[in-house]
């Protein structure tokens, strides 16, 4: 039962428009919540978060909006480039509980 | 700075093997977690040490999985009588203290044939 859905296996974006990556949970008791990074054949890499008590983070080029009613995230990324192609993990956790991951959205940058 | 290595990035084992996988977290990481990743999978938590103490470890898998950090640093995660599920990608993770915003190694690709 996967309690972090990332329902888009991959998603095209042309170079400069918006590209925008969702993800939808199950666990009311979540209160954090994380995006990771990740390129292949490396570790992810953090790259925003928000807690829950915020509806909004954003962090130069990068959003994170959360609907905690429709238990729905969403990263922003706005003006896509090149090197955000690649995939992207929600993530979430509940206080002092581990953190659960989703399955990943790849995310192609088109010239 | 030095981030969280791992190695081997690359472990092939025949089924039945023994593989010992190594994590060094970064320098004065207090929280160090492993994780497994199946191909097209998100990363699923396995155990968590808070310097030398184990305390969770709710996600491995078997009593063939064994993870270990003796001294509060360096990390050993052991897999006895290696099986073809467990085929996957080990990613070990640091954090200063407590679950958010951890640092990932690059990973061991474990290939069990």
Redesign the interface.
Known sequence: DQQVKQNSPSLSVQEGRISILNCDYTNSMFDYFLWYKKYPAEGPTFLISISSIKDKNEDGRFTVFLNKSAKHLSLHIVPSQPGDSAVYFCAASATNDKIIFGKGTRLHILP | GAG?SQSPRYKVAKRGQDVALRCDPISGHVSL?W?QQAL??????LT?FQNEAQL?K??LPSDRFFAERPEGSVSTLKIQRTQQEDSAVY?C?SSLK??????????TRLTVT
């Open positions: 969280v977690f994780y097209g999978q998100g990363p699923e938590f968590y969770d709710s996600g990613l993770a407590g679950e958010h915003e951890q640092y990932f190694g690059p990973g």
